[in-house]
Antibody, heavy 117, light 110 residues
Framework: EVQLVESGGGLVQPGGSLRLSCGAS????????MVWVRQAPGKGLVWISR????????HYADSVKGRFTISRDNAKNTLYLQMNSLRAEDTAVYYC??????????WGQGTLVTVSS | QSVLTQPPSVSAAPGQKVTISCSGS????????VSWYQQLPGTAPKLLLY???KRPSGIPDRFSGSKSGTSATLGITGLQTGDEADYYC???????????FGGGTKLTVL
């Protein structure tokens, strides 16, 4: 059974940094692209970033390009999202997903990031 | 403003059928597969359909999908109160080199 568990969310001040983690199990992690999607409170889904299985190719949404970095440790079956220069508009639930055709086919339960002073 | 356009809300009575549209462009829906997601209140989204019309294991055949040109449609028959949820379409956008979603459609089963 595919399982994805996000962690690392919390309250951070504007301009601060946070690193999210996503632990994966139930499949061969290194064989799959992985993706991050976020959802602001009461709003819709927004695609953030994706990373190839070997970590060689990454894509980012314009809204986070230059501030967020996606990475992975295939030995630990873990996906990361390093978030820097955080803004109030980055407040959201962040979901990781196993990717299919650019979007998640399996989703984690999400972790809440709140950017506020 | 979402790249893909969905109606904000739809409603129908139990047992009836409803369709949800998703409109895009040649750089996204027109050239890529569409996925559909169901998000029940307070939960993470769940894949409902992939590759335009394929159902993952466990998704009943009451849910169907189609694509024509730069638009896609989700159909739900035999509506149940448990189908009340937000529904999202999504696809890859070749021009943006990014995934894109619709703004979501809230389904109310009256």
């Amino acid at each position: 059974e595919v399982q994805l568990v996000e962690s690392g969310g919390g309250l951070v001040q504007p301009g601060g940094s946070l690193r999210l983690s996503c632990g994966a199990s139930g499949f061969t992690f290194s064989n799959y692209w992985m993706v991050w999607v976020r959802q602001a409170p009461g709003k819709g889904l927004v695609w953030i970033s994706r990373l190839k299985g070997d970590g060689s190719i990454a894509h980012y949404a314009d809204s986070v390009k230059g501030r967020f970095t996606i990475s992975r440790d295939n030995a630990k079956n873990t996906l990361y999202l390093q978030m820097n220069s955080l803004r109030a508009e980055d407040t959201a639930v962040y979901y990781c997903g196993r990717e299919q055709w650019g979007l998640p086919s399996y989703w984690g339960q999400g972790t809440l990031v709140t950017v506020s002073s | 403003q979402s790249v893909l356009t969905q109606p904000p809300s739809v409603s129908a009575a139990p047992g009836q059928k409803v369709t949800i549209s998703c409109s895009g462009s040649s750089s996204n829906i027109g050239n890529n597969y569409v996925s559909w997601y169901q998000q029940l209140p307070g939960t993470a989204p769940k894949l409902l359909l992939y590759e335009n019309n394929k159902r993952p294991s466990g998704i009943p055949d009451r849910f169907s999908g189609s694509k024509s040109g730069t638009s896609a449609t989700l159909g739900i028959t035999g509506l149940q109160t448990g189908d009340e949820a937000d529904y999202y379409c999504g696809t890859w956008d070749d021009s943006l080199s990014a995934g894109v979603f619709g703004g979501g459609t809230k389904l109310t089963v009256l």
